[in-house]
């Protein structure tokens, strides 16, 4: 079982899933809250009377640093999702005098609550009343609702609080279409961004507990959201967005979504905008996620590539996304531009410094996308951050320009845009057919050498059009200085594929703009959403396409979440997490380390020698003209990786007829189903029914294995040395590399840890056909021993494992192999049983003609 570090009292403590959902509500009352973690206790005994009870709160919130029973204010219960409401927590706290208590059963579309109540110790201390949310720090239960704008707290929390009221809102509410619920909160959300920016001291954007418990409360609340809806609609800027629409909750849902943002403030220099970006994408609903090719950015690759880009604002340079979705890409640009802000004003105030960034959002942001959700998300989020509300069309970029809306057409202009930063739709069948616009495109057309023909195409993918119209819009180079840049998410296909119209596309891009970076991303990048490999293209128009100068490019591992989307955390070589100098898991994105070298190669310094080793990405510097002068003109950083052995480049390019696809071993296994367990005492007993073998690496190699050692069955130090039937065995030590699967004799039996585990997912891929790949001398043995690395590597870990490349077949071809092995080791099982049988036969007639002779 793993440890982690409480977030509120800093104690090591076990890992599990009621774990989570404690560490969530930790981070709500401290984040979000705002309540100080000294005054925040776990696992608190609860006294009645004398006698100590066994029972324990999960959380306990204290009035003070005091953390006597009689200081207790907040007592919280934490469950799983699965768990039904119960009132153990209103019993815990009828033992103390906390005024609130809480029942949490984590965030998910199937849990409740969170119930919070609230009794009045003075009044009738033994009678509790359900409240919408708890008081914030300095509050009580009279002055929730009662906030002026200058009482508003910074919104740090807030992917936990969209969170919460998504769920509150799909689970127990009246609209149950995912989109729905996101335009009515959106639409909400407007309203409170409104009262913000107005000039009232009182906000009108508020909810007693009073208010909250009556229909006639609720009924004050919801007519002043809805006078505010109204303001909203006439709205120059907003009006637009929500024309001829009404706000579909009722008084109640108005009401409780205004008890959840009321204390904060989103437009506060201070709230966290990062964490608004990751709260917004839980509005979106997952038949966004990737319906039309549309896969939202990373936070981490956003931050990666801007800080690439390197916008600048004395510069006044003009940016533009022509496919921004919700607008991570221009809020991110926009906080490098308010970084910039600061630094060379640090005398003006922090309303002074937002003018100049609103001055130049309204001037030099500007994004476009066609669909209207993610349209309205970030014209919102824009309005928050930057006020660059007023350049956020919603329009199809790839239609013609002159078709584009008339204020963007007045502003920008083919030629004259100096950044695009955009991820344009891929990874879908989503062919652009329409003739119309296929004419308007050099890359609708067949290409010859990189030259377009007049050969209309039948169909085009869009990321192609987009890539053509974005270096469209890029500012013209002049005699002395170079044109825009553009940093742009593509397939990785496009550049790496060997297929014609892809070699075709490559020169076609070499001919248009000078690339000067590219970085792979791991597959992971877009999970779970798809599994697309995607690549960092930054490019420039130049006068003359130089072919002397060189390419900066990095193959990135890690971006900071698995292919479950959930946080990837940075592993020792025993499989152990890192933690920071302050007990955090350490999160493992490499990029930060990619950013350090390039800007090493921007000054003309030596990248550093650890790159590609120590765990580090492969970083290296590529001759452009080495690019130009290749055959298929390859732009992916792989293939040019001085890193990577031939045997995992030239898998990773075997794409063809006979293999469908190359995936790494870590995207086909169960979670955390690459490991091996932790050491343990040995506990060596004689043989017995209590008793269970314990094979050694050598041992689960041999045939009939000698000496083999018996612990307890029981024995919990080695519980977890136990393997199944079909699991996969890879030695780690002594001979490493070799390879066996768990059959009936091995399976319920103790291995050592000296052995690593690899449990395939059976849903994705059969264990028997990826075991034959990894006991392969020309390719599993091979590999094993060097990974994708050029050089021998000094040990096998898990994390060296699930790097390894498994060639995916058609589901019939790798099933026949699968069967085929599945046979063989059955026969091999059986014939090892029938050797083992005789030679038993021989060794009883030996003794017991011994010891007639005696």
């Not at 929730?144 to 919460?164: E, T």
């Not at 023909?453 to 192609?464: C, I, S, V, Y």
């Not at 293999?659 to 790494?664: D, F, L, R, Y």
């Amino acid at each position: 079982m793993g440890k982690i570090i409480d977030y509120a009292t800093g104690k090591v403590i076990n890992e599990s899933p009621e774990e989570v959902y404690r560490q969530q509500f930790e981070h709500i009352l401290i984040d979000d809250l705002g309540y100080p973690k000294s005054h925040i206790d776990i696992e608190v005994v609860i006294q009645r009377g004398s006698k100590r009870n066994a029972e324990e709160a999960d959380i306990v919130v204290y009035k003070s640093e005091d953390k006597s029973q009689e200081n207790a204010l907040i007592i919280i219960e934490i469950e799983t999702p699965k768990k039904t409401y119960d009132k153990q927590a209103l019993s815990y706290a009828t033992a103390t005098t906390a005024p609130y208590c809480v029942w949490f059963a984590g965030f998910d579309k199937s849990s409740k609550g969170p119930f919070y109540h609230f009794r009045d110790m003075k009044v009738d201390p033994t009678t509790f009343i359900e409240i919408q949310t708890l008081p914030r720090y300095g509050e009580d239960i009279d002055t929730i609702g009662l906030y002026r704008k200058d009482s508003l707290k910074p919104a740090k929390a807030l992917k936990l609080l969209f969170q919460r009221i998504h769920f509150k809102l799909y689970g127990e509410g009246p609209i149950k279409r995912e989109e729905n619920v996101a335009k009515e909160i959106i639409k909400i959300l407007f309203c409170k961004i409104l009262d913000e920016y107005s000039p009232e001291d009182l906000c009108e954007f508020r909810a007693t507990p009073s208010e909250q418990r009556t229909e006639r409360g609720r009924a004050k609340v919801a007519e002043r959201i809805r006078k505010l809806y109204r303001e909203l609609l006439l709205d120059p800027d907003f009006g637009e967005l929500f024309a001829g629409e009404e706000l579909l909750y009722d008084d109640k849902w108005i009401t409780y979504i205004v008890s959840e943002l009321q204390g904060i403030m989103l437009t506060h220099p201070d709230t966290n905008t990062d964490a608004l970006g990751d709260a917004y994408e839980i509005l979106i609903p997952s038949s966004l996620k990737g319906e039309s090719g549309q896969f939202f950015t990373p936070r981490s690759v956003v931050r990666f590539a801007i800080s690439v880009i390197n916008p600048k604002y004395r510069k006044k340079e003009l940016i533009l996304d022509t496919a921004c979705g919700s607008g991570g890409f221009l809020t991110v640009a926009l906080e490098s531009i308010l970084n910039q802000i600061r630094a060379l004003y640090p005398k003006k105030n922090r309303d002074g410094q937002r003018l100049l960034l609103k001055d130049y959002a309204g001037k030099y942001i500007h994004g476009l996308d066609v669909e209207p959700l993610l349209f309205k998300i970030a014209k919102s989020y824009m309005a928050i951050l930057g006020d660059g509300k007023t350049n956020i069309y919603q329009n199809d970029s790839l239609q013609a320009i002159e078709k584009f809306p008339a204020r963007f057409n007045e502003k920008i202009h083919p030629g004259t845009v100096d950044i695009i930063t955009t991820n344009p739709p891929f990874g879908t069948k989503i062919d652009i057919t329409d003739k119309a616009v296929l004419s308007l495109y050099e890359l609708g057309h067949k290409l010859n050498n990189g030259i377009p023909t007049n050969e209309l195409l039948e169909g085009q993918d869009p990321d192609k059009l987009f890539l053509e119209r974005d270096i469209t819009f890029l500012k013209e180079p002049t005699n002395d200085t170079d044109g825009g840049r553009m940093v742009i998410v593509l397939p990785k296909q496009n550049l790496s594929g060997a297929e014609e119209d892809s070699v075709e596309l490559r020169k076609w891009i070499l001919s248009k703009v000078d690339v000067y970076a590219v970085i792979d991303l791991p597959r992971e990048a877009f999970q779970p959403h798809t599994g697309t490999k995607t690549s960092l293209l930054f490019c420039r128009k130049a006068k003359n396409v130089n072919k002397n100068t060189n390419v900066f490019m990095a193959v990135s591992e890690a971006v900071g979440h698995d292919r479950r989307g959930k946080i990837l955390y940075k592993k020792d070589n025993n499989g152990e997490v890192l933690l920071d100098e302050n007990g955090n898991k350490v999160i493992w994105n490499d990029l930060p380390f990619i950013l350090e070298q390039f800007r090493k190669f921007e000054n003309g310094e030596p990248l550093s020698c650890n790159c590609g080793k120590d765990g580090n990405p492969s970083c290296f510097i590529v001759e452009k003209s080495q690019i130009h002068n290749d055959p298929s003109h390859r732009l992916d950083a792989w293939y040019w990786d001085p890193d990577k052995n031939e045997l995992a480049k030239s898998l990773m390019d075997s794409t063809n007829d006979n293999i469908v696809e190359v995936v790494n071993l870590g995207d086909l296994v169960i979670n955390h189903g690459i490991f091996y367990p932790g050491r343990h005492t040995r506990n060596y007993v004689p043989e017995s029914s209590e008793s269970v073998k314990f094979f050694s690496g050598t041992q689960i190699l041999q045939v009939r294995p000698f000496d083999i050692k018996y612990q307890p069955r029981d024995y919990k130090p080695a519980k977890s040395h136990f393997v199944e039937k079909n699991w996969i065995l890879i030695t780690r030590s002594g001979t490493t590399g070799r390879v066996v699967i768990v059959n009936d004799d091995i399976a319920g039996k103790m291995v050592t840890e000296h052995v690593i585990r690899v449990i395939c997912d059976e849903s994705l891929i059969d264990p028997y056909y990826v075991y034959a790949v990894l006991a392969s001398d020309k390719i599993g043995r091979q590999l094993l021993s060097k990974g994708i690395y050029a050089s021998v590597v000094d040990h096998i870990s898990p994390q060296f494992v699930s790097t390894i490349p498994i060639p995916r077949l058609a589901p019939e071809r790798e099933k026949s192999i699968a069967d085929a092995v599945r046979l063989a080791e059955s026969k091999r099982a059986d014939a090892n049983r029938l050797l083992n049988n005789s030679i038993d036969q021989i060794e009883n007639i030996v003794i017991t003609n011994n010891k007639s002779l005696e």
